[in-house]
């Protein structure tokens, strides 16, 4: 794992803590480092401060993704605006947490990354569902997914999106029509409920829907008022 967070007591307590909880840790101070290391050992996964002097972690997020890197990347930032957060998601990063954060949320989500990847820290197996034959395609409300290639569609228009947005639009074609619960939806996207207060889910469906819609067609995720989201087509 490689952490970069230029604040020096966040950086040693996240990385004694990750390393107690078995992660292999190299840990530096800015996003030239970040890059230079990124480049020189590629990690299993990122924990990228937002804000750092020199290049801040949007725009090591935007290198990576530009060359391709696909590695799980979770931001750690201290703006707690909405658009902030999905400035994040659109820089390529695949979760965020916010500061003040509890360590445990950070090693939630680290494990809820790393399961998509099918690694895992030392000790821990992570391993992956595969599709099965026949279930490489899925199709629902109007929306085709190609679950090897991790590719999907909209009325022939191919949506770009990042890997909780894949796994999250993958979980309401599956159940199309279905109204889900947010406790449902944590817990299959995230593995962990983050609680009522958490804005996580609607900053990641809020981001789905602006991919999703197009002008004169049908918004496809529906609220479900005091109790989750469903796709369907009105």
């Known amino acids: 794992m490689l952490l970069a967070e230029d604040d020096r007591a966040i950086r040693h307590a996240l990385e004694r803590a990750l390393t107690l909880e078995g992660y292999a840790v190299t840990a530096v101070a800015d996003g030239v480092e970040a890059l230079a290391q990124a480049h020189r050992t590629p990690p299993d996964v990122l924990l990228l401060d937002v804000m750092m002097p020199g290049i801040d972690g949007l725009q090591v997020c935007r290198v990576l993704r530009a060359e391709g890197d696909r590695t799980p990347i979770l931001m750690l930032t201290a703006l707690v605006e909405t658009a902030d957060r999905i400035a994040g998601l659109d820089a390529g990063a695949d979760d965020y947490v916010v500061k003040p954060f509890d360590v445990e949320e950070v090693f939630a989500r680290l494990r809820a990354l790393l399961r998509r990847t099918n690694s895992a820290p030392a000790g821990e197996p992570g391993p992956a569902r595969e599709a099965q034959p026949g279930d490489r395609q899925i199709e629902g409300a109007g929306i085709r997914m190609d679950l090897q290639a991790r590719r999907a569609w909209r009325a022939g228009r191919e949506l770009e999106l990042t890997r909780t947005e894949f796994e999250l639009l993958e979980l309401l ?24 207060g958490s804005k996580n889910l609607a900053v990641y469906v809020g981001y789905l829907r602006r991919k999703l819609d197009a002008p004169g067609a049908p918004q496809l995720i529906h609220t479900v008022r005091g109790v989750g989201y469903v796709l369907r087509e009105e």
Not at 176 to 185: F, M, P, Q, R, S
Not at 186 to 191: F, H, L, P, S
């Open 173 to 196: 074609v599956r159940n199309a029509g279905i109204v889900l619960d947010h406790a449902t939806i944590y817990d299959r996207i995230w593995g962990y409920d983050f609680g009522p």
